[in-house]
């Protein structure tokens, strides 16, 4: 880890303002920037102090999709060193905006530092980052909800909120277009990297769904964790893939790649062929496995843009349908999350390094679900 520091104006931060940046050319190069007071505020801006955030696998495929999909843009650093977005809790401790009240606690994308400042346009759920630099992406990643206004939330499941609403919602969508789509024909599904959140999240989706059989691939170190779940009917090791025909041959199969990893993708792809239906790709947990070959047995890959999804289903629905249908299957997936996921909340800037790191090389506990403040 490197450090540097800056100099900036005056505000009411409070302690010096820290961020937490990666080197977007070599994620294991990281370091803590310093820096004295935040610049004073323009009309319309709002100071958040960041109280919380999660950190998982998932913050690691939005690093390793940072260039194709501009996730390093949410929050733009100098040079090559970038801002990985996470999903935090955030007070609003100075406003310039008259619409924003000093206080108002919100839920959206921070950046894993202690303070954020977002040029702030109100809306019926709480406020979106109007800055240039964030033009570009899709509403839902530069919303801002306020708690008081947010049908998901619950003062007793912040942890879970933060840990896994996110990518539940990613997860619900998939399952959404499965189902939509009728499961291209298919009666199983196969979701790679099956330790992880968000497949879990997917999994405890197409379990109650109850098409057909839920085949997890894992490594074997994570192979007892995933059986013990009991929303996957079968778990196959990345080692041991010529069991897929066996298992999700007859009737044909859809896969859901979590993990990026183009071996397992080439793998499952020829052990299957036309008997796959549909292969989508996710996530990149495995984010130094190499790519998949350009040509492939089977369907082509496609990419799942989860923000695409949510514009069509909140034409079909409006945004209080879409609320309510992931609000029916979140608090399931909250609930059945207590049987597995132990809460770790840590402090200080040693600890987001130590978690960061141990995320980053795979050897993240998959029970373990971190929470980490700079404060």
Known sequence: MTQSSDNAGSTNAGPDPIDFQVNRDDFRDCRF????????????QVLFKVDRFALTSNNISYAAAGDMLNYWGFFPGEDRWGRIPAMGFGDVIESRHPDVETGARCFGFFPMSRHLVIDAQPNKTGMVDGAAHRADHAPVYRGYSTIGKDSLYDENLED??????????TSFLVDDLLGEEDFFGASSSIVTSASSKTSIALAHL?????RGPVVGLTSARNRDFVRALGCY???????????????????????????????VVE???ARLQDDLKYSCTVGATHWEAPPRPRELPGPRPEFFFAPSRIVKRTEDWGAGGLQDRIGASWRKFAAFSDQWMKIRRHSGSDALEAVYQEVLCGALDPRDGHIISLW
């Open 267 to 269: 793998g499952v792809h």
């Open 33 to 44: 920037v310093p820096g004295g007071p935040i610049d004073a505020l323009t009309d319309g």
């Open 206 to 210: 197409l379990k109650t769904r109850a």
């Open 160 to 169: 879970h909120i933060l840990l896994l609403r996110g990518l539940f919602m």
């Open 233 to 263: 009917d079968e778990v196959v090791l990345y080692d041991e893939l010529d069991a897929i025909p066996g298992l999700a041959k007859q009737g044909g199969a859809v896969m859901v790649d979590m993990a990026g990893n183009g071996e």
